[in-house]
């Protein structure tokens, strides 16, 4: 049975004796996806709580691609050795009905907003799971190099541009997985929006996505880090490709390599953490800790100046302003903005936490044809 946590980390620090300090782990495994994004939770969310706790130390892991298959594999041996796992929406609700994430009270065990909202009401849409902590909205969208549009042709604009080879010839770059390669081609092949998950429930629907995607398939590199389609782009060796969006943000801006934005039919989605089911009493008190701190309304603000995805808290978002380094403003480099979501695929999470493992297996034997 999952367990609830019975006793809040603001309550925990409130007792501020020896002993309860004593009853905390002294180091983490936190668990996260590498790159500008980890590089973002570095500088906004650890660094500030270490100097505030010396005696702790934290281990960075990038396995949060694979966390699913990963945790599962922990469960069964036994062995759990992630304290803090990032991971997006679709996947914290599979770990979750699972059992192998924790279930939590945001209001119990998350800070308030700063004039008193309840967690819960900070949060809202976003708490899509009881074993979910938001912290980002974030969308993968596509890059381009914009010295490789053809002469005369206009730079393309959105997801659908990929599929259209004789306006701009070039390999591509697409993640291998299913969750937004499919719903782009069926998108692209003519199905209405609204239409496009009602679709993929079917064979006849599978099968028509993957028949546009064969019309790539060959000029197409399948990535499984997010950070090879910034790399290809900036090596030349793809003319775009997709990726999320704060990767490339910190392409173009921040490395200034000549890439351009292609924001129509960006995939919105969520991602923040889960914390692993069956944590030893210290552990779980040091994490708890940890995530009361690290997902309050300052510190999910001061990590959009780090990198271009919303904070997942209402409160956070008007304190948002300029990028910590370079000092330009964020907010037209963000998801959300209205200059870039004039037409958004909104992931639909719950869809996927049903039907991932099925359409992850088809999906790699259609790779491997």
């Known amino acids: 049975m999952k367990t609830k946590l019975l006793m809040s980390a603001t309550a925990v620090a409130a007792l501020g004796t020896a002993v309860m300090a004593q009853e905390m782990a002294d180091e983490m495994t936190l668990v996260s996806w590498g790159g500008a994004y980890q590089a973002s939770q570095v500088s906004a969310y650890s660094e500030p709580y270490l100097a505030d706790h010396p005696e702790v130390s934290i281990v960075w ?19 759990i050795t992630w304290d803090l796992v990032d991971v997006e929406a679709a996947d914290a609700i599979r770990l979750c009905d699972e059992g192998l994430a924790m279930e939590i009270d945001a209001d119990e065990v998350l800070a308030a907003a700063p004039d008193g909202t309840t967690a819960s009401d900070d949060f809202g849409d976003m708490l899509v799971s009881d074993c979910f902590i938001p912290q980002i909205v974030f969308s993968t969208t596509f890059g381009y ?30 993640n291998r997985q299913p969750i937004a390669n499919l719903e782009w081609a069926l998108l692209c092949d003519g199905v209405a929006y609204e239409d496009v998950y009602d679709m993929l429930e079917t064979e ?20 499984t880090a997010a950070a ?3 790399q290809l782009l900036a090596d030349g060796e793809i003319f775009m490709g997709s990726t999320y969006n704060g990767r490339l943000f910190a392409a173009i801006e921040e490395q200034d390599q000549p890439i351009g934005m292609a924001w129509d039919w960006q995939m919105f989605d969520l991602d923040g953490w889960v914390i ?4 030893p009493e210290d552990r779980l008190a040091r994490v708890m800790d940890f995530v009361y701190f690290a997902t309050d309304t300052q510190r999910l603000a001061d990590q959009a100046a780090y990198i271009s995805y919303g904070p997942a808290r209402a409160s956070s978002a008007p304190l948002v302003s300029t990028h910590a380094e370079l000092g330009i403003e964020m907010a037209p480099h963000m998801p959300t903005d209205p200059n870039n979501a004039e037409n958004t695929f909104v992931n639909n999470y719950l869809w996927w936490a049903d039907y991932r493992d099925d359409l992850d297996a088809k999906f790699q034997a259609w790779l491997a044809q």
């Open 204 to 223: 006849e629907g599978q099968d028509r996505a993957f028949a546009k995607l064969d019309t790539i398939k060959d000029q197409t590199i399948w990535w």
């Open 145 to 174: 190099r914009t010295d490789m549009v053809p002469e005369g042709v206009e730079p393309p604009t959105g997801a659908c541009d990929v599929f259209d080879l004789e306006t701009y010839p070039g390999q591509r770059a697409l």
């Open 276 to 279: 692993p089911e069956g944590l």
């Open 228 to 230: 090879e389609t910034p």
């Open 61 to 79: 892991d990038e396995s949060s691609p694979e966390a699913v298959a990963k945790l599962r594999a922990m469960n069964e041996t036994g062995n």
